[in-house]
């Protein structure tokens, strides 16, 4: 079965330290993989995606993601966390490449920074 | 562009009312999308609707809740009757062909007592 798993329910992290939120998804083919973020009584923003090239992927608000197809993961980073960045964190995939077809999303990982 | 719309922001009703929620997609997008999202489930695909075409609706949960899109700027999620274990934020999304990602709306919070 397709799908994505964020194993961790929440992430503290000290405001200034690097963080890591992780993701490892099952999908058959090359998937499109996507970050999104969820503050307070709002809707999903998008952070980044990965299509193909780069396995580093750099988006939005210096968050960055690294693509592992051996270990199927897409893990979330940032060098340096603010405390701005305290909210939930989805991480999302395409099954099928090229074409089109519905976002999978994991159960979402709430990060919690610090100061 | 003003991104997704959607109205109520929030909606309270009694058990056995119907419910319409509703949407306007980003001008120019041909994909919509309707989630809904609770603590139990997190993020449900209820249905997605391409060039105004409902392309798979499997995660509706039953017969109360129907969805429609008669134009490309505009679509509704109903349910008739509502049920409290239906209270939940509801959000539409909606995309360009090409996978580039998902524009959410800020969503409606339904709570059904």
């Known amino acids: 079965a397709q799908s994505v798993a964020q194993p961790e ?14 993701c490892t998804y099952s999908v ?14 709002r809707g999903l923003q998008f952070l980044l995606k990965y299509i193909t090239g780069d396995n580093l992927v750099k988006g939005s608000y210096g ?35 090229g074409g089109y ?10 990060l919690a920074v610090h100061p | 562009d003003a991104g997704v719309i959607q109205s109520p922001r929030h909606e309270v009703t009694e058990m056995g009312q119907e419910v319409t929620l509703r949407c306007k997609p980003i001008s120019g997008h041909d994909y919509l999308f309707w989630y809904r999202q609770t603590m139990m489930r997190g993020l449900e695909l209820l249905i ?14 039953e017969d109360r809740f129907s969805a429609k899109m008669p134009n490309a700027s505009f679509s509704t999620l109903k349910i008739q009757p509502s049920e409290p274990r239906d209270s939940a934020v509801y959000f539409c999304a909606s995309s360009l062909r090409g996978n580039y990602g998902y524009t959410f709306g800020s969503g409606t919070r339904l709570t059904v007592v």
Not at chain 1, 17 to 22: E, G, I, Q, W
Not at chain 1, 69 to 91: E, G, I, R
Not at chain 1, 101 to 110: D, E, P, S, V, Y
């Open chain 1, 9 to 22: 329910d929440q992430v503290n992290v000290a405001e200034g330290n690097p963080l890591t939120v992780k």
């Open chain 1, 63 to 97: 968050f960055e993601a690294e693509f592992n197809k051996s270990q199927t993961s897409f893990h979330l980073k940032k060098p340096s966390a603010l405390v701005s960045d305290s909210a939930l964190y989805f991480c999302a995939v395409s099954p099928i490449s």
């Open chain 1, 101 to 110: 077809n519905k976002l999978i999303f994991g159960a979402g990982t709430r």
């Open chain 1, 28 to 41: 058959s083919g090359n998937p499109y993989l996507f970050w999104y973020v969820q503050y307070p009584n």
């Open chain 2, 48 to 61: 997605y609707f391409n060039n105004n075409v409902p392309i798979d609706d499997s995660g509706m949960p």
